[in-house]
C-alpha cells in the first residue's frame, strides 16, 4: 500500500530543487514513502543528513530525534505492534549502541529496516572512529542482520528498495550501510 | 537510610490495572512483567523479558503509531535508570496519550537485591519532570492511589508516575516468553491482522 501526499514527493515539489531529483537522498527518500515508512527515528548524521531534512518537513512522517541509537530500535517495535512501519538512520559508531537491543527485534521477529553512513571504513581522517567503523558489518551478521553494503550512490535507493521488501514483509532485520566511498570522508578542515 | 517503603507492587499495579480498559500496555522485563501478570494475562499487555531500557521506547513508538488509544507502560527502577535518555526522546514528542509508571522497589530485583540509584535519592519522577513531561508525581501510600489512578489513566501526556514500593518478594507469575506469539497476539487483538 502506498500513500503519497503531493508535499512530500521528493521528486516534484517541496524542498527539493529539481536539479536534485537524481541525488540519492530524494530516491530512497521516495523509496521510504513508497514502503510507507512513517516512523523515521535518528541521531544526527552528516552523511544523511538531506535525508533526515526530507523526513522531517514530510508532513505524512513521524520524525523522531534520539538521545542514543538503541531508542529507535523500541521505538519502531511499539510503532509496528500499533500497525505503522518506520525506519532508524545512524552511522556505524550507533551500531555498537544498539547490540543488545536488537534482540528485541530478533526474538520478537519485528521488521526492522536501518540505513547506516559509516564512519572509520574508508579513509577515516578521525582514528576514533576507526575501531567501529572496522567491525560494524561484521557484527551486524553476528546479531543476525542481512547486511546490504552500497559503495555508489545510485545503488542506494534499490538497496533500500530490497532491504525495505525483505524486513517488512519477513519480519527481519536489514541494514543498508553507505559507504564513505560514495559519502566521502570528512576531512577535518575549515 | 530513609524509611522502608511499605506499597505493596503487586495491589498497586492491580489497582492500576483494574481500570485500564482498553488501554494498552507495555512491561518492562522483571518483576513488572510479573506484577502485570499476576493480574491477570491479556492480548493488549506486551511483556518484555529483555531488551533493558527499552520499555518507555516501545511506549512511546505505540503512543505514536496509535494516537486514539492510551498506553500505558510499566516499568521498574533498574529498567528506567538504563533508559533514562528516554524521557528526554519523549518529551521531544509529547504524546499525549502515554503514561508511564515506575515500580521502585530501591532495588534490583532480578540480580540479587543490589541497591539502586534511586535508593540513594534519583528521582526520576523530578527527572521527567525537568526533561518537560506535563505531570509526575511519586506515590507512597495505598491511599494515595485512590487519587492517581484516574489521573494516571485520563490526563494528557506524556505523564509519569513513580510507586515507592516495599522490596518484599512476590512469588513469580510468568507470563509467555514467546516474543513473536506476543507481538502478533498484540496486533491481531488491536489491528486485526498479524502480517504487515
Redesign the interface.
Known amino acids: 500500500m502506498t500513500r503519497r501526499a503531493p508535499e512530500c514527493d521528493g521528486a516534484q515539489s517541496g524542498p527539493v530543487a529539481a536539479a536534485d531529483v537524481q541525488h540519492w537522498p530524494n530516491l530512497v527518500f521516495q523509496k521510504l514513502r513508497e514502503f510507507d515508512v512513517?516512523?523515521v527515528t535518528y541521531v544526527p548524521d552528516a552523511g544523511q543528513a538531506r535525508l533526515i531534512e526530507l523526513c522531517q518537513t514530510c508532513r505524512e512522517m513521524?520524525a523522531?530525534?534520539?538521545?542514543?541509537e538503541?531508542?529507535?530500535?523500541?521505538?519502531?517495535?511499539?510503532?509496528?505492534?500499533?500497525?505503522?512501519?518506520?525506519v532508524l538512520l545512524m552511522q556505524s559508531s550507533g551500531v555498537g549502541n544498539c547490540i543488545?537491543?536488537l534482540?528485541?527485534a530478533k526474538?520478537?521477529?519485528?521488521?526492522l529496516l536501518m540505513i547506516v553512513s559509516m564512519r572509520g571504513e574508508w579513509g577515516e581522517a578521525n582514528p576514533w572512529q576507526v575501531p567501529m567503523g572496522q567491525i560494524t558489518a561484521e557484527n551486524l551478521r553476528l546479531a543476525g542482520v542481512i547486511v546490504y553494503e552500497v559503495t555508489e550512490a545510485e545503488a542506494a535507493a534499490p538497496a533500500v528498495e530490497a532491504a525495505a521488501r525483505i524486513a517488512?514483509?519477513g519480519?527481519l532485520m536489514v541494514a543498508v550501510l553507505l559507504s564513505q566511498r560514495m559519502l566521502g570522508a570528512k576531512l577535518f578542515k575549515d | 537510610m530513609n524509611e522502608p517503603n511499605e506499597l505493596s507492587r503487586r495491589s498497586a499495579v492491580a489497582r492500576i490495572l483494574a481500570d485500564r480498559r482498553d488501554t494498552l500496555v507495555v512491561t518492562g522485563l522483571g518483576s513488572p512483567t510479573y506484577d502485570c501478570a499476576a493480574v491477570g494475562d491479556h492480548p493488549l499487555n506486551f511483556y518484555l523479558w529483555g531488551a533493558m531500557g527499552s520499555a518507555v521506547t516501545v511506549g512511546l513508538g505505540l503512543a505514536l503509531a496509535q494516537p486514539e488509544r492510551r498506553v500505558l507502560v510499566l516499568t521498574g527502577d533498574g529498567e528506567m535508570l538504563m533508559g533514562l535518555g528516554a524521557l528526554a526522546t519523549v518529551a521531544m514528542k509529547r504524546p499525549h496519550n502515554l503514561a508511564v509508571v515506575v515500580i521502585d522497589n530501591e532495588h534490583f530485583g532480578e540480580t540479587g537485591m543490589q541497591r539502586s540509584h534511586t535508593s540513594a535519592g534519583v528521582d526520576l519522577a523530578g527527572i521527567a519532570l525537568t526533561c518537560g513531561f506535563r505531570w509526575t508525581t511519586t506515590v507512597k501510600q495505598a491511599g494515595e492511589l485512590d487519587k492517581v489512578v484516574p489521573i494516571l489513566h485520563t490526563a494528557e501526556g506524556p505523564i509519569v508516575v513513580v510507586l515507592k514500593v516495599s522490596s518484599d518478594r512476590d512469588p513469580l507469575v510468568l507470563p509467555p516468553w514467546d516474543g513473536a506469539l506476543l507481538k502478533s497476539r498484540f496486533r491481531q487483538a488491536l489491528l486485526n491482522k498479524s502480517r504487515g
Open positions: 512513517r516512523h513521524e523522531t530525534v534520539l538521545t542514543t538503541e531508542e529507535g530500535i523500541g521505538i519502531l517495535a511499539g510503532a509496528w505492534l500499533g500497525g505503522e512501519r518506520g543488545n537491543m534482540s528485541l526474538v520478537c521477529s519485528f521488521p517488512f514483509n519480519g
